[in-house]
């Protein structure tokens, strides 16, 4: 009989140990394997600004300097989770090239550029002193990689230059776009732009002057019905300053109020991003200058890229700007290089709604009846946005037209050349002489005359309109295809006169054709409409920051029209 080992033989048990250890290997590594895979599929928690940053930055590293971390994002405390979305019919694919996750990286901010200079003479808003972006373009066959060609102005390097829209006065037509699929905000939308289209007749509303608007009616249900239904959602994602960083101060206040203002908002913003009707994406075109453009590179591409990058990482991490290829996101941008910094992603330039400063509709990316055009307010003081307004009555202002400030731009010089030093009743100005400061500084200049000119600077607008407002001075606006803020709710004409460029040397003429009661009753207007551009810590009715918001809604519920209609 063959021999049978005890269980206690020495080379049994070498074999018993060995298999052992096989199967407790094998099955550490399988589990090892599917916690790999749980940890891929996972979506990152680190703030994806932070590796944004780092596209952008790293294209024109500045010399001798040290880089920094940025500033870290919301705290879990400050910023709620987005809860998670449930999977849309049909399942949305992943775009081509974009990454399943975005790999955090330390931030490469070097040192703020210094804020140019925005006091001019005695407190006048002036532009900074960048240069005009339409001026010399370059000629570029990859945006990306593009070289700087000198020190001098940067440029726009876009293929949005040569869109066919920019010639004359053409617009582009908004084209809708149909959801992939519908939800309860879209068909609250549909109600609102029905309830709008029968409005009922408003008579003697007291808290509106119906005068100062194109439709008075129309504007009231809308407001109303915005009150009622309109949520917003905020995206969370993207680390300070560019993200969730406000300026409260200087010309480009606009931006940075409104971003303060809506973070802060208990009445229209959700946590849940399925009850939404417009989602915000809050990042400051200041701030992207501060941080990212390098003076003297002649080139807006590190700007544009980082706008970019961060697009795509929104469209790949949350199904909603999927959904409407972006028609239902808005973005808010005072900084004259708001609209460029959107040349290198499509559906940000043609589909969103974009509320913009420079609302200049010969460029081919402020598109009329989508987009929403911004007062430029120049804020002194954030602790005090409110103060100094008013000015004298009519009858006692005796300069008929006033201008003090920079020539830059096409048509100041022209201002200038036909009105500077000619004209007793036309003080026109570059800077205004220090004998005249000694009696009448700039504010004065403009509480004490008839009509304030505004010509455009290096864009179409400019911080001079809302300031003759609060100064109760009529506004004389120069700049051709330039679209009004508020234009969709307020009628300009009530209280404004728009001169074309060619009009400069019958500038006077134009001015003194105009019947004293009829200025008479443009100023009391201007006195009127001053509630619609007045910044408040804590938002009032009807005041800018609700007009801004409204102005984004009444767009959006005019998009949905359109859907339907298609």
Request: glycine share 4%; proline share 10%.
């Amino acid at each position: 009989m063959p021999h049978h080992p005890s269980p206690s033989h020495p080379t049994l048990l070498r074999c018993l140990l060995t298999r052992r250890r096989v199967v407790l290997a094998c099955a550490a590594v399988t589990v090892l394997a599917a916690a790999a895979a749980l940890l891929l599929a996972a979506p990152t928690t680190e703030v994806p600004g932070r590796a944004l940053l780092v596209a952008g930055a790293r294209l024109h590293p500045r010399p001798r300097e040290e880089p920094r971390a940025a500033a870290a994002g919301r705290s879990p405390d400050d910023a709620p989770s987005l809860p998670p979305a449930p999977a849309p019919p049909p399942p949305l694919k992943a775009k081509a090239g974009l990454p399943s996750k975005i790999s955090p990286a330390l931030s490469m901010f070097s040192a703020p550029v210094p804020s140019p200079a925005e006091n001019f003479d005695d407190g006048s808003a002036e532009e900074p002193e960048h240069p005009d972006m339409k001026e010399d373009p370059l000629n570029e066959s990859a945006p990306f990689l593009q070289e700087p060609v000198s020190s001098g102005p940067p440029t726009v390097s876009s293929d949005v230059s040569q869109d066919p829209n920019k010639s004359g006065n053409a617009e582009p037509h908004p084209k809708p776009q149909i959801p992939l699929w519908s939800t309860a905000a879209d068909e609250e939308l549909l109600y609102a732009k029905k309830e709008i289209a029968n409005a009922p007749l408003v008579f003697g509303e007291p808290d509106l002057y119906a005068p100062l608007f194109r439709n008075v009616s129309v504007f009231k249900r809308s407001y109303e019905l915005m009150e009622r239904l309109l949520k917003v959602f905020i995206y969370h994602d993207g680390a300070k300053p560019i993200f969730h960083s406000p300026e409260l101060k200087g010309i480009y206040a606009s931006e940075g109020w409104f971003m303060k203002l809506m973070e802060a908002d208990r009445n229209f913003v959700v946590r849940d991003p399925n009850r939404a009707h417009l989602f915000y994406l809050p990042y400051s075109a200041r701030q992207l200058e501060h941080n990212l453009y390098v003076p003297g590179s002649n080139t807006l591409d590190p700007l544009s890229i980082f706008v970019k990058n961060y697009i795509d990482m929104i469209s790949a991490k949350f199904p909603h700007w999927n959904r409407t290829k972006g028609a239902d996101h808005f973005f808010v941008a005072c900084h004259d290089w708001g609209p460029y910094t959107t040349k290198l992603h499509d559906e940000l330039r043609k589909n969103t709604i974009k509320a913009l400063c420079n609302a200049d509709v010969s460029e081919g990316v402020f598109i009329r009846g989508r987009d929403v055009s911004l007062p430029e307010t120049y804020l002194k003081s954030a602790r005090r946005p409110v103060r100094d307004i008013g000015g004298k009555p009519a009858a006692e202002r005796s300069i008929l037209a006033f201008f003090a400030g920079q020539m830059h731009g096409r048509v100041r010089p022209v201002l200038l050349k036909h009105w500077g030093g000619k004209d007793a009743d036309m003080r026109i100005y570059t800077r205004i002489p220090r004998q005249i400061t000694r009696r009448m500084n700039y504010a004065k200049h403009m509480k004490s005359s008839k009509y304030c000119i505004c010509p455009m600077g290096y864009e179409v607008n400019s911080p001079r309109i809302v300031e003759a407002i609060y100064y109760e001075c009529v506004p004389v606006i120069i700049a051709d295809n330039f679209v009004l803020p508020f234009d969709d709710a307020l009628d300009w004409t009530a209280f404004s006169v728009v001169v074309a460029e060619k009009d400069v040397p019958r500038l006077k003429e134009i001015l003194l054709a105009i019947p004293e009661s009829r200025y008479v009753t443009m100023r009391s207007n201007v006195k009127k409409v001053q509630r619609h551009f007045l910044w408040h810590a804590k938002p009032v009715k009807y005041d800018i920051f609700h007009m801004i918001l409204h102005s984004v809604w009444f767009s959006r519920v005019n998009q949905v029209h359109q859907v339907e209609q298609h």
